[in-house]
């Protein structure tokens, strides 16, 4: 390192020393106190980015406990002949009417009362992915009266859309023979299409 720096060290430590008293002491005060501003500030922003990386994080698990639970249940009881979804948003089983344009207002007063709600699983057709019905899995939350008024909703909602919707109480274990004959293909109704699977 050039030996010019250190003169310039050194010049300046003896120029310090020979401060009154007074400047002295206010000269290394104004050093400790930008020294702490300067670690705040790098605090604060250090904490800032930490907050701004944890706004959104992964809830790990799709389902909760319950629901997983029943859900590989559910999936034995009917593998033979549908593919079962979970968690899915009813705005992606039913529609709003067709003749109602997306320019109409009450198109999207309707459409807001669906988009926003799920079914805790969908049963599709192996074949084509049609849907076969929805299954909700009634634990003790829907005995609130705010769940009510929201099953109400949905219960008539699917069968204004002439889809099956099927309660089953959660339970200690399930009867996989009395999933397959309730989820039996020959209890629902399919709609005639022309879709067929995509290979």
Not at 138 to 145: K, L, M, P, Y
Not at 148 to 173: C, M, W, Y
């Amino acid at each position: 390192m050039d030996n010019s720096f250190f003169h310039f060290i050194t010049w300046s430590w003896t120029k310090l020393i020979t401060l009154p008293q007074g400047l002295f002491y206010a000269f290394w005060g104004s050093v400790i106190a930008l020294t702490l501003l300067l670690v705040v500030t790098v605090w604060r922003k250090g904490k800032s980015v930490i907050n701004r990386a944890k706004t959104y994080e992964s809830r790990h698990f799709l389902c909760t406990p319950t629901e997983t639970k029943f859900f590989f249940t559910l999936h034995e009881a009917v593998n033979e002949h549908y593919y079962v979804f979970a968690k899915v948003r009813i705005a992606d089983v039913i529609q709003v009417n067709k003749s109602l344009n997306q320019n109409d207002p009450n198109f999207w007063k309707v459409f807001n009362k669906i988009s926003g709600k799920h079914v805790d699983f969908v049963l599709c057709h192996k074949k084509n992915l049609a849907i076969v019905c929805a299954v909700e899995l009634d634990d003790a939350s829907h005995q609130r009266g705010d769940r009510k008024a929201r099953d109400k909703f949905v219960n008539a909602t699917f069968a204004e859309a002439g889809i099956a919707l099927v309660h089953i109480p959660v339970q200690a274990s399930y009867a996989l023979e009395e999933l397959k004959q309730l989820l039996h293909p020959n209890n629902f109704k399919f709609k005639k299409s022309n879709r067929t699977r995509v290979e």
